[in-house]
């Protein structure tokens, strides 16, 4: 890879100011000063410092992000934020897309990362990645609605959803629901409460596979996932 890249890459500047740091003598590969923009360097044997500093090469990023209500999971529109448009620009690099789609009004965990190969397998619907909702639901939610959900409903459309784990935490005229489920249609979760007259009022992912969303992401907060779990969402 060039080396003005990498740097760009891994958060050392535009590639004016990249440039800035070769010319200054700042850049060394392998102990050696190298001022050459377009100097390739093997990412994975060569030592690349700046000013000392050694440069860790990474080539994927897993990002955990709290979505707000009013951001689309998109990585681009002309009328609506999108969750791409709450990234720093040193997470920009890595042209990050969001794994699913969370819809405008729904809150929660939403995984960014740029590492196709993982998305398409907790988004194949052979795997069955679970994801865990809580929801406000207008309406009082019955075991009668935890048996439908667990053989599966029929959408609007004639869909005949995957079993749901359903779990009541308050009932009521406004019902607190916990949903499981291991499919993603459109505005699931909504339909399959209209399916059984209730409408939902309030929803957030709180869980993805192995993956609990970080109690201390205020929304619109994101944070870089650890080894451990990038580990847990491959095993999925």
């Known amino acids: 890879m060039r080396i003005d890249k990498l740097l760009a890459n891994m958060g050392f500047g535009s590639r004016k100011e990249v440039k800035k740091l070769l010319k200054d003598g700042a850049v ?3 102990g050696m000063p190298v001022k050459d923009a377009k100097f390739h360097v093997n990412v994975t044997e060569d030592e690349v410092t700046v000013y000392g500093e050694v440069v860790e090469y990474k080539e994927f990023i897993y990002l ?3 979505k707000p209500q009013g951001v689309i999971s998109a990585t681009e529109d002309n009328m609506h934020k999108t969750v791409i448009d709450l990234l720093e620009e040193e997470d920009l690099v890595f042209e990050p897309f969001p794994v699913g789609r969370l819809d405008k009004d729904t809150e929660g965990f939403l995984l960014l990362t740029n590492d196709g190969q ?3 397998q907790l ?3 052979k795997k069955h990645v679970p994801k865990k909702y809580f929801a406000k639901v207008e ?7 935890v048996e439908a959900f667990q053989k599966g409903v029929i959408l609007d459309d004639g869909y005949e959803t995957k079993p749901g784990v359903l779990t009541i935490l308050h009932s009521g005229p406004l019902s607190e629901i916990e949903l499981v489920i291991t499919e993603g249609k459109f505005h699931q979760v909504k339909r399959m409460f209209e399916a059984v007259g209730k409408k939902v009022v309030y929803l957030k992912r709180t869980e993805m596979g192995s993956l609990k969303l970080d109690e201390e992401l205020e929304l619109g907060q994101y944070r870089e996932l650890t080894e451990e779990e990038v580990a ?5």
């Open 28 to 30: 060394k590969i392998d």
């Open 64 to 66: 955990m992000m709290n």
């Open 118 to 120: 993982l998305a398409h």
């Open 123 to 125: 988004l194949s619907p």
């Open 139 to 145: 309406g009082q939610v019955t075991e009668e609605d």
């Open 232 to 236: 847990l969402l491959k095993e999925e």
